[in-house]
């Protein structure tokens, strides 16, 4: 029988070397090692762990037969861990590698140890290692497993048959990287305390090598698509709760909470959330990665660096996310009104999509407890067995803070998903460049066709003009719908805001109409003038803002307006928008804008000014300055404020629809002052089609943004 096997040995059975030596850290592996290390020389390879190890009977038994099923018969290891071979073969693979194999092997169940050399060329003709002259030598003394552990093998083969380069390393960290448990790559200073910790080392490689095998290795929490970082600092005197989302594309979005009990004082945690579907990093198929989070996945906690067992993946559900899921839960029941969104929790994530780690201490929790609530037991603290946290209100606090970041994650990813949608709905399809496409495959057609068919041809591409000249006109009747949609909201956005402020004064001449019905004297009051005044005085501002729509003129009229005075106009006619806020109007007297009806100039710079006031809204300092310059060719306005400033590596996002970095606050969302994230899209939108270039640029000294719109004449 062992004849016939080896037939299946080599290139039949294992392929190629990086597969061979593949199966012998897998062997490592099912011998429940924590390390390996491949040693590399010019003319070696070494396989050393500090696995469980073997004794000279197991391994004239085992190793040395061929084909033995025992591996078959012991589904897990005594870690649990799944065996990953059972043919009996993957030790055998060495053959494929070299000609000249050297172990050296102590055992954690037996006393003792043993070295042995294995001569391949004449087990190949045996079929038997021991009948091929195998030698076993045990030895009197025992020694460390190179020289650091005192049980493991080492497997030594020499007379390679290959060159290893950093390729086939890459190649190997490929079939080896869902055996290495996530912990150390993402917590390296806690990685001892991973209970099944499997670390695969290289040694006597270039750097190039190790940095192709490494990389390869972490491939598997490269297809994050966002972080949750956040904590508790301080929390039994009133601190608050942090928490901070990033996206992958650099969208961050931030929120403070208050402690449900502020039972809990401190607490940090940093939690990776993964796409599991479609095309994943290094190459990784999508079923294995899926296998990988389920087996490593969820989040867990590390108590002073020690990690508690007990709380990790779909098994231990403690932040019922499992739950949400089966009940198809779309509403947080933690979130404030004012941070969600409808359906937004669609987009929690299950613990099989997600890795990370919270860091608690419970003997600080004790010290910061104090000793009545140390009487109490309410404190944050392991039960005797040390796999779990008490179940007590400290522990759901903990819960709590760290559930609150994670249904604050689904609000935003599901929103940004809405938003993208949103988006793309509002793009405008060109034509041109499928047209020329097709005028091009024409011609190409034409030149090899017969001479009756290329006349055909040529009849019909003549009516490509026509296409385009209808085309052109399209997009001109578009442009112009554009320019009066952007406009109308602008203006609707306006008419809500003055609907608010216009709110407060309603409620003061409602109550004087109740007195005057009621037979009251407040004619003599001077809150009725003052009442009255401040009404005429709204009801004006309110007509300015819609004055750019009232007259038709302004409203299809184009020309070419003096820059100076139409910017005063429409500061003027946006007063109530902007009190509080200085505007520093220093565009040259001589400037001429493009030619655009008032229309589209009112939609674009009250929009942007709109925009900088929200941006300003915690600034000491609140200051518009409004500055152009001439050329020839043509010219630019610069707009600059004193907010908050933009991240100019990614601020062309900020022009699309429904995308936004400001958070505003509610009250101010409530006057219907921004925050939904499509005045800037407005003055994109109307500054294309009036062929302008909008951008936001390197702030001008002492303020915070600057944004450009040019064009050219």
Request: with cysteine; net charge negative; proline share 3%.
């Amino acid at each position: 029988m062992d004849a016939a096997l080896l037939r299946e040995l080599g290139e039949r059975l294992v392929g190629k070397p990086h597969i061979a030596l593949a199966e012998l850290v897998k062997n490592c592996y099912d011998a429940d090692a924590s390390e390996v290390t491949l040693r590399f020389t010019p003319d070696s390879i070494t396989v050393i762990d500090n696995g469980d190890g073997m004794s000279p009977d197991e391994f004239k038994s085992y190793w040395l037969r061929i084909g033995t099923t025992h591996k078959q018969n012991t589904m897990r290891t005594a870690k649990n861990r799944p065996v990953t071979g059972s043919k009996g073969v993957g030790r055998l693979s060495v053959q494929f590698l070299g000609d000249e194999v050297e172990v050296a092997s102590r055992s954690k169940k037996y006393a003792g140890q043993f070295t042995a050399n294995v001569d391949w060329t004449g087990a190949r003709k045996a079929g038997d290692l021991v009948k091929a002259g195998a030698s076993v030598t045990k030895l009197a003394n025992a020694s460390l497993i190179d020289g650091k552990y005192a049980h493991g093998t080492s497997v030594r083969i020499s007379r390679l048959k290959k060159t290893w380069y950093a390729s086939d390393l890459q190649e190997l960290a490929r079939e080896l990287w869902f055996l290495k448990p996530p912990a150390d790559l993402l917590d390296p200073e806690n990685a001892k305390d991973v209970p099944d910790v499997f670390d695969i080392k290289l040694d006597g490689v270039t750097k190039t090598a190790l940095d192709a095998f490494t990389d390869q290795m972490n491939q598997a929490l490269e297809n994050w698509i966002a972080t949750v970082e956040g904590g508790l600092q301080n929390g039994r005197n009133g601190g608050l709760n942090e928490v901070t989302v990033t996206f992958r594309d650099g969208d961050t979005f931030t929120a403070t909470y208050q402690s449900k009990w502020q039972s809990l004082d401190q607490a940090q945690y940093k939690i990776y959330i993964f796409k599991l579907s479609g095309k994943q990093a290094g190459g990784i198929a999508v079923g294995d990665a899926r296998n990988y989070f389920k087996k490593y996945g969820g989040v867990h906690i590390y108590d002073n660096g020690f990690r508690l067992p007990f709380y990790g993946g779909d098994e231990q559900d403690w932040l019922q996310l499992e739950i949400a899921h089966s009940h198809r839960l779309n509403k947080s029941e933690l979130l404030p009104a004012f941070l969600q969104v409808q359906s937004g929790l669609n987009d929690l994530p299950t613990n099989s999509r997600i890795f990370g780690i919270v860091r608690i201490s419970t003997s600080h929790e004790r010290v910061a407890a104090g000793e009545i609530e140390i009487d109490k037991g309410r404190y944050l603290n392991v039960q005797v067995t040390r796999d779990r946290l008490i179940d007590n209100d400290s522990f759901e606090e903990l819960q709590h803070s760290v559930r609150w970041a994670m249904d604050f994650y689904a609000m935003r990813s599901y929103e940004r998903r809405q938003r993208e949608i949103a988006s793309r709905r509002l793009e405008i399809p060109s034509t041109e460049e499928k047209v020329s496409e097709i005028r091009k495959k024409l011609f190409q057609i034409s030149l090899d066709a017969p001479s009756e068919l290329a006349d055909e041809i040529y009849a019909v591409s003549s009516h490509f003009e026509e296409l385009e000249e209808l085309e052109a006109q399209r997009k001109s009747a578009f442009e112009e719908e554009r320019i009066l949609l952007a406009a109308l909201a602008t203006t609707g956005m306006a008419a809500i805001a003055m609907e608010h402020e216009m709110h407060k004064e309603l409620t003061i001449l409602n109550d004087i109409r109740e007195r005057l019905n009621e037979g009251g004297n407040v004619l003599s009051e001077p809150q009725f003038l003052d009442t009255l005044n401040s009404w005429a005085e709204r009801a004006s501002n309110a007509r300015k803002l819609f004055s750019p729509l009232m007259h038709e003129s302004d409203r299809e009229k184009r020309n070419a307006y003096n820059g100076r005075k139409l910017l005063a106009k429409i500061v003027d006619n946006s007063e109530v928008l902007l009190r509080g806020v200085e505007i520093i109007n220093e565009i040259p007297d001589s400037l001429k804008l493009p030619p655009a009806t008032l229309a589209a100039w009112n939609a674009i710079l009250q929009n942007v000014l709109i925009n900088a006031v929200n941006a300003m809204l915690d600034s000491d300092v609140r200051r518009i300055k409004c500055t152009a310059e001439r050329y020839d060719s043509g010219g630019v306005l610069y707009i600059s404020d004193t907010g908050v400033g933009v991240r100019l590596r990614d601020s062309d996002d900020l022009f699309k629809p429904f995308i936004r970095r400001l958070e505003i606050p509610d009250e101010r969302k409530a006057l219907g002052m921004g925050g939904m994230g499509i005045g800037l899209t407005i003055v994109k939108m109307v500054a294309d089609s009036l062929g302008c270039i909008v951008s936001f640029v390197d702030p001008f000294p002492n303020y915070k943004t600057s944004l450009k719109i040019s064009w050219s004449e």
